[in-house]
């Protein structure tokens, strides 16, 4: 065993080593660094207290800290392919007769195109594109939250927006997150659309995540929730399976496709 070196030394060696690797196992710890496994995993817990990386069931992934994100219009082919089988995904979860909340963003439209067969569905939204794209459907009843308009995400936002929320209530509610953290939760890079975003989550039953896997093992500047808050996660298949197992062990539903 080598757990006489100082375990500053050995974490700063294991944060290089995740970073070049993206992730690893307690057992990769233990072979890399001839320490037992629970030392390794204190280790894993201190640089994890220490927002230093990300702890997942069995081992750690990177924590990346989530940049900026650039307006709603040059994000939209991004990650198309996981965007569409996610939005599809998540539609399919939608029955005729429900009352489902969508918020904005480019993931969350994606929800919106596949919702054009339903009968008899209200949809709540402060999104301007979902509005535009539901807006002639004789089944659908749109219901459009206003407020001040935020120009880059083309939503509505803002005290006037959070009021109507009051008001309202729905069997789902459907939102985009900018990064998911197992310590961290959900967080934004955008304080007056996090306040909206919080009065938004109280409205539903259920609260669903539509993300694609970029967004998770980072963390942006703004709290959010919990990521036990969220009842569903509907995400592609390049997330890595320990992230996966360590929310559906916070009771999280988490489909993947």
Do not use: C
């Amino acid at each position: 065993m080598n757990e006489f070196i100082p375990s500053f030394e050995r974490q700063t060696q294991i944060l290089d080593l995740l970073a070049r690797q993206g992730s690893l196992s307690v057992s990769d710890i233990v072979d890399q660094f001839s320490i037992s496994e629970a030392t390794a995993r204190r280790d894993l817990e201190t640089l994890a207290g220490e927002g230093k990386l990300q702890r997942v069931h069995g081992g750690a992934v990177s924590l990346r800290k989530a940049p900026p994100e650039p307006p709603i219009l040059q994000r939209e082919n991004w990650q198309d392919d996981e965007k569409k089988r996610i939005g599809r995904a998540a539609a399919d979860l939608i029955g005729d007769g429900e009352t489902v909340f969508l918020g904005s963003g480019t993931t969350v439209l994606e929800v919106a195109r596949n919702l054009k067969k339903r009968k008899d569905l209200t949809v709540i939204t402060n999104s301007l594109p979902v509005m535009t794209t539901l807006s002639s459907l004789p089944e659908i009843t749109v219901i459009a939250l206003g407020g001040l308009l935020r120009k880059s995400e083309l939503s509505f936002i803002g005290h006037i927006t959070e009021q109507s929320i009051l008001d309202l209530r729905a069997d789902k509610v459907i939102i985009g997150i900018h990064a998911i953290s197992l310590e961290h939760g959900l967080t934004n890079d955008y304080l007056p659309e996090t306040m909206t975003d919080r009065a938004i989550l109280q409205m539903g039953q259920k609260v669903l995540i539509v993300a694609d896997h970029t967004k998770f093992g980072s963390v942006s500047t703004v709290h959010v929730a919990a990521v036990e808050k969220i009842h569903t996660i509907i995400t592609d298949t390049h997330v890595p399976m320990e992230f996966v197992e360590s929310l559906r062990a916070k009771n999280v539903e988490v489909i993947v496709v």
